[in-house]
């Protein structure tokens, strides 16, 4: 780092608290973003590969235009009638299945969460949560229960994410991992809490984007139904066209009963929502007299709408699965020549990386993967790792990552495991 990004570092540490968690082992001192680009303080360029939050491209004219023009004019709470209110909540909710009719928005991932839970224990009189054991759905006291949950007591419980990679067993798969979704709701009946439903994020994005065995989760579904829950998908990092669908769980194909949304609907306005059927929103509203001052505003309606203008005039969705095909292919094929990338996975615009030690033991390799994402930052492209070991190179750029976007990015990819010694030939 330059001298100004190191003095900047310790301001930083010093009125934010120190730990407060930044990328790579040399962070990155951003002062601008248009598109897929982003721009250090130095001016030098990076691509962003990583970052759902701008899902229409950083700083996109269009969305920035809106936000301007509605700033101008007018913001306030949501005690108000607004016509651009209403008009995005149902454009919104017309692109969801038609069982989904209404939307209770807030500002974040987290929030839509609280509310998710809130509204299925409302409608259900029930208390009983299940998650997976290394899922991630936000950080307020009740959803951040769910975090890496392997409890087998209490309101939330866990099953072992649905995966083909690890999978422990020696039968079929999804009846493996529904068996162990009947037992968790045959342990809330034992303990006397009545069952409130499952959240899930339908493509297990934090998991590790696993290839999930086909037809768990619309299975599970009805096993939650059985039971008397409710399903929840958390589409935050799946949904918006990530898939090349407009929602994760269409991709997944089962529909749920509640949807929660996040960051990538407003592209960098804090915008999210919980949207079901009308019965079950105004049940919670009536249960619960939710209010948040800074959610179903006329600004936040001015960012979405931006948002879903540009999806459709730009064709955003059919642009998603073709750059999506094309990068994986190409990733698949580096995989060929290399021993440490045992397992490829992508839905869409999202693409991640199993890195082990070893692919005939499947020994996760984190400190590995984090060489790569630092190695990477070097050359100009900016990647993460997440996933059970953390060991998974996740690849989730903008949406407007295009074909040519590709086509820059595999050399570096190739250059950067042939300098580390992962490349054979």
Not at 7 to 19: D, I, S, Y
Not at 363 to 392: C, K, M, Q, T, W
Request: charged content about 20%; glycine content about 10%; some cysteine.
């Amino acid at each position: 780092m330059n001298s100004d990004s190191t003095t900047l570092l310790q301001r930083r540490n010093q009125f934010l608290g120190a730990g407060a968690p930044l990328f790579y082992t040399e962070p990155v001192h951003l002062v601008r973003g248009r598109g897929v680009h982003l721009y250090d303080a130095d001016g030098r360029i990076f691509v962003d590969m990583y970052n759902n939050v701008p899902s229409v491209g950083h700083c996109n004219p269009h969305v920035v235009a809106a936000i301007s023009r509605q700033a101008g004019l007018l913001n306030v709470h949501s005690r108000y009638l607004h016509q651009g209110v209403v008009d995005y909540a149902e454009r919104l909710t017309a692109t969801h299945d038609p069982s989904i009719e209404a939307v209770v928005f807030s500002c974040t991932g987290t929030e839509a969460n609280e509310v998710a839970l809130m509204m299925a224990r409302a409608a259900t009189g029930g208390r009983g949560i299940i998650c997976t054991d290394e899922a991630y759905h936000g950080n307020s006291t009740e959803v951040r229960k769910l975090t890496h949950r392997t409890s087998t007591t209490g309101d939330i419980r866990s099953i072992p994410f649905p995966e083909t990679y690890r999978y422990p067993g020696n039968g079929d798969a999804t009846q493996y991992y529904l068996g162990k979704l009947k037992e968790v709701i045959a342990g809330f009946k034992k303990d006397g809490i009545p069952f409130a439903g499952m959240l899930v994020c339908p493509i297990l994005a934090n998991e590790g984007l696993p290839d999930i065995p086909k037809g768990f989760m619309k299975q599970a579904v009805d096993v939650v139904h059985d039971a008397g829950g409710l399903f929840i998908s958390d589409e935050v990092q799946a949904g918006l066209c990530r898939t090349g669908r407009w929602w994760g769980y269409q991709l997944m194909d089962f529909v749920p009963d509640i949807v929660s949304m996040g960051k990538p609907l407003g592209a960098g306005m804090p915008l999210a929502g919980t949207a079901a059927r009308r019965e079950l929103v105004e049940t919670f509203r009536r249960e619960c007299r939710y209010f948040n001052t800074f959610a179903s505003t006329p600004l936040q309606a001015a960012a979405g709408s931006a948002v879903l203008d540009v999806i459709e005039s730009d064709g955003i969705l059919a642009s998603v699965a073709r750059v999506g095909a094309s990068l994986r292919s190409r990733i698949d094929a580096i995989k060929l020549r290399c021993r440490n990338m045992a397992d490829v996975r992508s839905q869409g615009l999202f693409v991640g990386l199993e890195w082990v030690e070893d692919p005939r033991t499947k020994a996760p390799d984190r400190e590995g993967a984090l060489r790569i994402v630092n190695a990477v930052r070097e050359r100009g492209y900016l990647i993460s790792n997440a996933g059970a070991f953390n060991n998974v190179l996740k690849l989730r750029p903008p949406l407007v990552f295009s074909e040519r976007d590709v086509d820059a990015f595999i050399p570096v990819l190739e250059e950067t495991l042939a300098d580390l010694g992962h490349l054979d030939g």
